[in-house]
């Protein structure tokens, strides 16, 4: 354990979180998801809600304000929106800003899985419970 580092975020996904440069992206799966066979690096956390990844992950990495959208979801089913706005919510909380959230095709989404630099797998058992996430920098 350390100090002011959330436990959810392991040695392992510290390395790839601190690995990724500028405009790198990293994927929260849900427990659905095709993770090992779309993942070029995949780091597993079955006991863990994508909401809580996202918190965790977003307390120390920025999201990119080079782009218009800096994250990514499936277009999904309207039950889907209660999980979305929580994704909006911590976005818009841990940055400070409002972020946009692109809702893409499933297809498109999982394209651009394949070319991210990891996916996290969570336990995640709500349907659409992906997100996409582009790294931005510290600024001086």
């Known amino acids: 354990m350390l100090k002011t580092i959330d436990p ?3 040695g392992s996904l510290l390395a790839v979180l601190d690995d990724m440069g500028h405009g790198d992206e990293i994927v929260i ?4 998801f095709p993770s090992a066979s779309n ?6 956390m079955p006991g863990t809600t ?23 979801v ?10 979305y706005d929580g994704y909006q919510t911590s976005a818009d909380r841990a ?12 297809q498109d989404f999982y394209a651009r899985t394949r070319d ?12 659409y419970g992906n997100i ?6 510290i600024h001086p």
């Open 50 to 72: 994508a909401p809580a990844l996202l918190d965790a992950i977003l307390s120390v990495l920025p999201l990119d304000d080079f782009v218009e959208s800096p994250m990514a």
């Open 116 to 127: 991210a630099y990891a996916v996290v797998r969570s336990g995640e058992r709500r349907l």
């Open 95 to 106: 940055e400070r800003r409002s972020i946009t959230i692109t809702e893409m095709p499933p």
């Open 8 to 10: 959810l975020l392991s």
């Open 29 to 32: 799966a849900d427990a659905n």
């Open 132 to 137: 996409l996430l582009r790294k931005g920098v």
């Open 74 to 83: 499936m277009k999904a089913p309207p039950e889907t929106r209660p999980l």
């Open 39 to 44: 993942a070029r690096r995949l780091i597993d």
